[in-house]
C-alpha cells in the first residue's frame, strides 16, 4: 500500500514520524518521489487514522504520481483535469502549484464528482473548480489555459496484477472503442491549451493500460491531427515508449513517452506521454499510423 503526503498541511517526515507512533511499519517510496510512503505493515486502518481524517495524506497508486510529475503545474496557472474522479491526480496537482492559481477538475460521471469534492476538502485545497462534462466538449467552454492532464478512460489492462479477471473481462472490440474516444478527448484536451502560454503549453497523456492502441497510437493520431510535439516528460521511471509493434510504426520521438510494467518496476501497469503544443488549428493529415507493406516494393 502506497500513500501521498499532502504537503499543503505537513511534511513527509512528520507524518512519518506521526504513523510509526500509531505502529505503522514505513519507508519513503522511491527515490523520485518525495511524498510518497510505502505501507508495509499497520496495527491500525490506514484509512482511518486521525492523520487520514485531517487531510494529511491519501491512498494512491505509486503510477498515478507520475503524470502529475511530468505535467509540472506551475502555480498561478490555469489547469485542467479531464477525467479527475476520484481526486488523487487533482489534489497532487493543487499540491505542487501551493493552492495557487486554479484547477478545473472535470468528471463526465456526475456521480464520482462526490468521491472528488471530499477527497478536495479533506486534504484542504482551495483552487479547485468541479465540473460534470463530457470531456470532448470542453473546447467549447474553457480554452487558453496552460497545462491539461488526460488520465483517460481506458480498459485497466494495466491493472491484471491486482486484478487477473482483467484478462477475461475485455476485448479487442472495446479496446478498438475506447481507442477512439481517447483520440476524441485527447484532441478536446490539446484544443484547450495555449500554444503561446509564457509558462505552460503542456498536455499529458496517461492510461493505466498497456495496449499499443490505447497509448502510443492515441499520440501519433494527435501528432498527425494537432500542431504539437513530443517532449521528455522529466521522469525517469519506467521504458521508453513502443516505436514499432506488429502494423504499428511511429516517428522516434515516441520513445520519449514512458511505460511502466508490474513485472518490472512493481507498480501498475501505465504510459504517459508528455506533448507540448506550438500552434492552433488543424493539422494537415500526413498519415495517421505508418504500416508495413505485405509484400515488398520493387
Given at each position: 500500500m502506497v500513500i501521498r503526503t499532502n504537503t499543503l498541511k505537513v511534511k513527509r517526515r512528520d507524518l512519518a514520524k506521526a504513523l510509526i507512533g500509531r505502529g505503522v511499519s514505513l519507508e519513503p517510496l522511491a527515490e523520485w518521489s518525495k511524498v510518497g510512503l510505502k505501507v508495509n505493515d499497520s496495527k491500525v486502518p490506514i484509512g482511518a487514522t486521525p492523520e487520514y481524517l485531517a487531510g494529511h495524506y491519501i491512498l494512491q497508486s505509486p503510477s498515478s504520481f507520475l503524470p502529475v510529475i511530468a505535467l509540472c503545474p506551475q502555480p498561478d496557472e490555469v489547469v485542467i483535469d479531464m477525467a479527475a474522479a476520484p481526486g488523487g491526480k487533482t489534489t497532487y496537482m493543487a499540491q505542487l502549484m501551493k493552492n495557487k492559481g486554479t484547477i478545473i477538475a472535470n468528471d463526465s460521471q456526475k456521480a464520482r464528482t462526490k468521491a472528488l469534492y471530499a477527497n478536495c476538502q479533506r486534504l484542504g485545497v482551495s483552487n479547485v473548480i468541479i465540473s460534470n462534462y463530457d470531456g470532448r466538449k470542453l473546447p467549447s467552454i474553457v480554452k487558453n489555459v496552460d497545462r491539461v492532464l488526460l488520465?483517460?478512460?481506458c480498459s485497466g489492462l494495466g491493472l491484471i496484477s491486482r486484478d487477473p479477471s482483467m484478462k477475461t473481462q475485455k476485448n479487442f472490440k472495446e479496446i478498438s472503442k475506447l481507442s477512439a474516444l481517447q483520440k476524441e478527448l485527447l484532441l478536446a484536451g490539446i484544443d484547450c491549451v495555449n500554444p503561446h502560454s509564457k509558462t505552460g503549453g503542456y498536455i499529458v497523456y496517461s492510461t493505466c493500460s498497456v495496449t499499443v492502441e490505447e497509448n502510443e497510437a492515441v499520440?501519433?493520431?494527435?501528432?498527425?491531427?494537432?500542431?504539437?510535439?513530443?517532449?521528455?516528460?522529466?521522469?525517469?521511471?519506467g521504458v521508453s515508449g513502443v516505436i514499432a509493434y506488429k502494423k504499428y510504426r511511429f516517428p522516434a520521438s515516441m520513445k520519449l513517452a514512458r511505460r511502466v510494467y508490474p513485472h518490472v518496476h512493481n507498480m501498475d501497469g501505465f504510459f504517459f506521454c508528455k506533448l507540448k503544443k506550438f500552434a492552433n488549428g488543424v493539422k494537415t493529415v500526413s498519415y495517421t499510423h505508418l504500416t508495413l507493406p505485405t509484400k515488398r516494393i520493387v
Open positions: 488520465d483517460s478512460p499520440i501519433n493520431y494527435a501528432l498527425n491531427h494537432r500542431y504539437v510535439k513530443i517532449v521528455e516528460t522529466g521522469v525517469q521511471v
